[in-house]
């Protein structure tokens, strides 16, 4: 079975991609035998005087190597022998002796991007959908088909590091700027356009645009190696090896022979991907997927919204509904908030326009979707109706029934209380198979989890339809049981509680905020409370206390900064005092601190911190909020950063050993008191010898 076809017409070979059964193109080691027969063929035929490689699939040239098999390798020797017989397939396609041209019309990732370096050209499309990236640091790898080698000398040593350090993507036009295409054009010219730019290329007079790449030579590109580094380590975790080995790769083989350049690639490349670091990766990537195909498609989607409440929460929501959705109409309390919140909701399209993901003329047409209203009217045509306003159950309560006179009986409610229970909020709904929680993180425009929390009562029609219309936002919703907090915020506020009991014991803000970032969180707990409000906080951690009673209490810290509305950020004095862009721990805080003086190992913080987090997720499953403990991993990483080389925070459970988990609980407990008490599952799960990863027999039920 034919999976790249091969055509020749007036002397020129084109090979189209179109793998069978497949929505994308994506590079197996069968695919790359059959590619590497085609140019034998095409090697062997000197009638042949240019090679064109297209994709028969829509919006996609080829997304990518196959990472099943990447992960299926099991150890260093089996991925440097896979890795040399690819670049031998690579090196055969850039050594034809005719010009070799690559049509990129859509995603050009990865292996696939790889590929179109070893062509001698590149075409590139206008079309939306035509999309460049290196995503391969995102599995905890960096490009093994000698993309590190082959692209500082295309686009340059800067452009390269950018794009294969951080993994983005970058549109058309970008890749046609930084040099990575030769030309650019629309898809609906590729007739005439395409054989043109053949012609030329054969007979020569295709002028490429000269690029003398000075800073890819030294003593320029030790600069440049140098400040590359800086960056990584003020972002990047120096636990995640990916960016750091590519970074050393690139310095190594910047300005050697290929032959030479690919063995240091690939002896560094087959390193990581047996890494615990990179099977993690690959496993999110997998669950990522999953959870993105987790609905059936609907014939009538939802596609229009109101949005109620227009704080924080509320203006993220209505951002993102005027984005993806036709129509959105926002519920105020008075006309005159309008422009305001339009305003705000304006600042964050901000960042599309400067990164030209967006033009201005497109953002102003999402920003016309949006109607607003200071009345109880108008609603009756709309799909799904969300509140995001004060986390008062009497408040919501009224509007609900407020809502109820005015809606058709197929619209969809939902709140995005963080913390009260669905099925409180829900109690007086007429309509209960309609109503339902879901739960955005802010910033919403940036955060990819959604919690969805069902009734018992919601329906499972309502909850496919809301899944639906979440992923076709750009979200990953996960379905979980209602319960105080939810899944992150149950899990999360221990946390942020033990923090500050250790601060009240003993330590320092910033140092207890730097060995959790250290660890890989993307900020410490400290910068975090003050970051998200310290009253939103202490109301959450009220609402936990008393749902969970004495094993979640609240630190007597928070409380004293909450009288004192020193909320964080948004009133420039939290934990940290805010001046401008510097921040410095905050003396209104630390002169409330009575007995201070304990000195505490860094060992000690991490394992109050990070245990009290597990034991509270053991419960999550031991109560079936979900069943599954890589939804809690997913959560975690998406929802609260935890960093995803590490697994996420169930499997970095099980790296450590449940029993090491347990004896540390345990001691705390008695130390502490209730709220180390270790769960009945993890005590469960030590007993029989299992853990997270083999233990579901145990909690699923």
Known sequence: MSNINLEIKQNVA?????????????????????????????????????????????????????????EKLKDEKEVYEALMEVHEIFNRLENLQIPTIAYINGACMGGGLELALACKYRIITTNPKTKIAFPEVKLGIFPGFAGTIRAPKIIGLINALDLILSGKTIDAKKA???????????????????????????????????????????????????????????????????????????????????????????????????????????????????????????????????????????????????????????????????????????????????????????????????????????????????????????????????????????????????????????????????????????????MPLVEIIPTKHTSKETINKVCEILISCGKTPIVVKDCAGFIVNRILLPYLNEAAFILEEGSKIERIDSIIKDFGMPMGPFTLADTVGIDIGYKVATILNEAYGSRMPISSIIEKMYEKNLLGVKTKAGFYEYESKDKYSNVHVTSMLENNSRIFEEKEILERCLYIMINEASRCLEENIVTDASIIDFAMITGTGFPAHKGGLLSYANEIGLKNILESLRKFEKEYGERFKPSNLLVKLVEEYEDFETGESLWKH
């Open 176 to 446: 046609y700027k930084i040099n990575l295409a030769d030309t650019i054009f629309d898809d609906a010219q590729k007739e005439f356009m395409l054989e043109d730019f053949v012609k030329k290329a054969i007979y020569g007079t295709f002028e490429k645009k000269v690029s003398f790449n000075l800073l890819n030579y030294a003593p320029f590109n030790e600069f440049i190696f140098r400040k590359a580094y800086k960056n990584l380590e003020a972002k990047v975790n120096q636990d995640f090896k990916a960016p750091y080995i590519a970074l050393e790769v690139i310095k190594a083989t910047i300005n050697k022979e290929l032959e030479d350049s690919i063995k240091i690639e690939a002896k560094e490349f087959s390193k990581l991907a047996v890494t615990k670091e990179s099977k993690n990766m690959i496993k999110l990537f997998f669950l990522f997927e999953k959870l993105n195909k987790n609905y059936e498609k609907t014939s009538n989607p939802i596609s229009n919204a109101v949005v109620l409440g227009n704080g924080v929460m509320g203006k993220g929501i209505i951002y993102l509904f005027s984005k993806y959705l036709k129509d959105v109409r926002i519920k105020l309390r008075d006309l005159s908030q309008a422009h305001e919140i339009l305003k705000d909701v304006a600042k964050i399209y901000d960042y599309s326009i400067k990164s030209r993901s967006m033009t201005k003329n497109q953002v102003d047409f999402k920003l016309n979707k949006i109607s607003y209203t200071d009345k109880f009217v108008g609603f009756r045509n709309f799909d799904f109706i969300i509140e995001a306003i004060i986390e008062d159950e009497k408040t919501k309560k009224e509007t609900y029934k407020e809502l109820e006179k005015i809606i058709n009986e197929n619209t969809i409610i939902a709140t995005n209380t963080s913390s009260i229970s669905i099925e409180k909020l829900g109690s007086e709904i007429k309509n209960k198979e309609n109503f339902l929680g879901v739960h955005f993180f802010n910033p919403v425009n940036l």
């Open 14 to 70: 084109t090979l189209v991609f179109d793998l069978k059964d497949e929505k994308v193109n994506k590079l197996s080691f069968e695919i790359l035998k059959e590619f590497d027969e085609k140019l034998n063929q095409i090697k062997e035929d000197s009638s042949i005087k240019a090679l064109v490689i297209d994709s028969a699939k829509k919006d996609i040239f080829i997304a990518g190597a196959d990472i099943k098999e990447i």
